[in-house]
């Protein structure tokens, strides 16, 4: 309560003697000298007091004469706004000369009841000026009037009133309340230098907060940036090589990612003129709800082409309001979008409109989906600039942070207010809130002509797109090798398919979590994805492929905007075998992935015979290794029943017939039943050549019942008949 109490008096100190456009320091000086003068007014009272009671008219004399100068300077310091020090300083220098002359009165340094002490005051306050040469002016003043004193004192005479014990008690009285003065001035100025060394470390704090926003801005603009120009360089040397056959389509694709980039260039202006307070605001009279109908038919495709249902739920048909129609398509756009983007395959997404149940003069456009929602630590930074939700899952990461950061601000311009809600597990609401008023002009809404007709043309595209890539079948028994491409960007997809389809047999997943499930059932024999995707990134899905021993033998390139050395680190330790930034190089992509399936390749030298393995220094081996090992142990277990074979092995071991076809394929360059026929001769080598079984015995050992069979593919094996390796 003390330190409130303090602190209050504090801020209607410094309201009080304030004034527009005074500095910090300035401020600071005259707080420092106001209250320094209050105490010495209350000290200078207090001794005044005393001595009318000891009889000491000397002393009250002495007393009414610094409060004469005391007092006035408390009452015109509010009101001074420059040379303060100077005014000051007069003030100090005649208090000195003042007491000089009293102590000369009083005879002298020893019977003066202490007030030599008050120069000393003086001289500390004099620190307030922060101006070295007055202060050494008013010491070189003090100095000379003790000197001078102490010169006159065999002259002078005390005065008889003033005995001993009321000279001693002045002297303590003076003495004391000096020294409550120097330590209120110590306090005061480690008070100081405390708040200076608070002020340097919020501004060095700011400054760094300030750093490292630009450091993320940039980050997300250049991480925008690069996915485009990966498919526009790209395109355009498609184009450059075959422009018979790509043309036309390159020409598109570059002309729709230049446009993106435009987009996130005009949104950055946006933002700037806005702040600025230069964005012009073009208000009509014009039905929002026919522009929200028409806004919202035009994301029905997006939402048909993930299979989520968009639906319009107006309160009203028709509605004519003053607001300006190209600000209110951003808006609206922004919304639709995300909520389309955040929400899964088969969900919902609902745009609703009426006059609000409280307040008539209040029109509310929301915007609400059953897709992922925004965790509840972030919902109140998600319209600030730049701000992006860092999650383990990627899928909040897409975008700068411009996008709710300019609807918030066009709202805003309108008058309006925008609300975010994000019920733990329902989804998504942002709800626009816009007055209602019918003051502007009458304006056609001319720029609805035509828009259905484009809009309708748009859906058949994706249409015969979706019909298209969903009667593409592949074979999985294919020579090519399979690479399973997973990138949620169609135009990236469509330039990866352009640059890699003569190479391999490819399968396209959109997000981490097609992309498990396809790796689970094609079992590729590589993997080429991005790193931030919707409902499962890439790193999480690199995590549970590389723990799965269906697919932890997959070589996996991660492909990413994020091309940042913490990033590439954060990728490799989770068991990526490549890292490549976009833009990339063509080259250099079709060699890694050929090389890291040459490196596999390897793996199948290892496995190739039947001996111990070696100890593996490298992680994923190792876990290859396990694999293999548990493999023979299940083979061994059951190596005299010869009806035990790939059915019973893929039973023991948890994986599909195909699963387990296609790694095998790939780490022994044989089929299961080729491997274990060729493990059930190495184990009946080493029988013959180790124990004293027969030919026949051996043969039943390991699994043959058809001792002829036995031979026969012993033969072929080993290059002799079994007898002979026994003899």
Request: aromatic fraction near 10%; include cysteine.
């Amino acid at each position: 309560m003390r330190k409130s109490s303090v602190d209050g008096f504090k801020a209607w100190a410094a309201k009080a003697i304030s004034f527009p456009g005074i500095d910090e320091s300035m401020l600071t000086m005259k707080l420092n000298i106001w209250f320094a003068s209050m105490g010495s007014a209350f000290a200078i009272s207090a001794m005044t007091l005393l001595g009318y009671l000891l009889d000491l008219p000397v002393i009250v004399n002495y007393g009414f004469a610094l409060l004469s100068l005391t007092f006035p300077a408390l009452i015109i310091l509010p009101f001074l706004r420059k040379n303060i020090d100077r005014f000051f300083f007069s003030i100090q220098f005649t208090l000195i000369w003042v007491t000089f002359y009293f102590m000369i009165i009083m005879g002298g340094l020893l019977t003066s009841a202490g007030l030599l002490f008050s120069g000393i005051s003086v001289l500390f306050m004099s620190t307030s000026y922060q101006n070295n040469r007055l202060t050494v002016i008013l010491f070189v003043t003090y100095l000379t009037t003790l000197i001078t004193t102490a010169l006159l004192q065999p002259r002078l005479s005390p005065l008889p009133e003033m005995t001993s014990q009321k000279n001693l008690l002045f002297f303590t009285v003076n003495f004391s309340w000096q020294a409550g003065y120097t330590l209120l001035l110590i306090l005061n100025n480690i008070s100081q230098k405390k708040k200076l060394a608070d002020s340097k470390q919020a501004e060095t704090l700011r400054l760094k907060e300030l750093d490292e926003t630009k450091t993320k801005l940039f980050t997300n603009i250049t991480h925008e940036f690069r996915t485009p120009l990966t498919i526009i360089l790209g395109m355009a040397r498609l184009i450059k090589e075959k422009p018979a056959e790509w043309i036309d389509e390159g020409t598109e694709k570059i002309r729709k990612n230049a446009q993106n980039l435009l987009h996130l260039v005009n949104q950055m202006l946006d933002l700037s003129k806005l702040e600025a307070g230069a964005m012009p605001l073009h208000l009509f009279q014009q039905d929002i709800i026919l522009q929200l109908r028409y806004l919202c038919e035009s994301f029905s495709s997006m939402a048909l082409s993930k299979n989520i249902r968009l639906i319009f739920k107006p309160e009203m048909e028709h509605l004519l309001l003053d607001y300006d129609a190209d600000k209110m398509m951003h808006i609206v756009t922004n919304l639709l979008s995300n909520a389309i983007k955040f929400t899964k395959e088969g969900g919902l997404v609902q745009l609703t409109t009426g006059l609000s149940s409280q307040k008539n003069d209040e029109f509310f456009i929301r915007v609400q989906d059953n897709g992922s929602g925004i965790p509840e630590e972030h919902l109140p930074h998600i319209f600030e600039r730049f701000y992006r939700i860092e999650e383990d899952s990627a899928q909040y990461e897409n975008g700068t942070g411009l996008g709710l950061a300019l609807t918030k601000e066009l709202v805003k311009l309108m008058n309006g207010n925008i609300i975010a809600e994000s019920p733990p597990g329902e989804g998504s609401v942002f709800t626009v809130l816009l007055p209602v008023s019918n003051n502007a002009l009458m304006k056609e809404m001319n720029w609805l002509s035509g828009f259905k007709d484009e809009i309708n043309s748009h859906r058949q595209e994706i249409h015969a797109k979706i019909k298209s890539e969903s009667s593409e079948l592949y074979d999985v028994e294919t020579e090519r090798p399979i690479l399973l491409i997973v990138e949620d960007s169609p135009d990236l997809v469509d330039y990866l398919t352009a640059i890699l389809k003569k190479d391999y047999h490819l399968e396209i997943a959109s997000n981490g979590n097609e992309g498990l499930r396809k790796a689970m059932e094609y079992i590729p024999d590589i993997i080429l994805s991005d790193v931030m995707m919707p409902e499962m990134d890439g790193i999480a899905m690199l995590e549970k492929l590389k723990a799965d021993q269906r697919t932890s033998h997959i070589p996996i390139v991660m492909l990413t905007a994020k091309a940042d050395i913490a990033s590439r680190l954060t990728g490799l330790e989770r068991g990526a075998d490549a890292y490549m930034a976009k833009p990339f190089n063509e080259e250099e992509l079709r060699i890694r992935l050929r090389k890291l399936i040459e490196l596999r390749n390897l793996l199948r030298l290892r496995y190739a015979t039947m001996e111990s393995l070696p100890v593996a220094e490298n992680k994923a081996i190792a876990a290859e290794d396990h694999f293999i090992t548990r493999v023979r142990g299940i083979m061994e277990a059951n190596l005299d029943n010869d009806q035990f074979g790939i059915h019973e092995l893929c039973s023991e071991i948890g994986m599909s017939r195909a699963q387990l076809y296609r790694k095998f394929k790939t780490l022994t360059d044989r089929t299961v039943n080729e491997y274990l026929l060729n493990f059930r001769l190495f184990k009946a080598k080493e029988l013959l050549i180790k124990t004293d079984l027969n030919v026949s015995e051996v043969a039943f050992e390991v699994g043959f019942k058809n001792l002829s069979h036995f031979s026969r593919a012993f033969r072929e094996e080993f290059g002799q008949n079994p007898s002979s390796l026994r003899k």
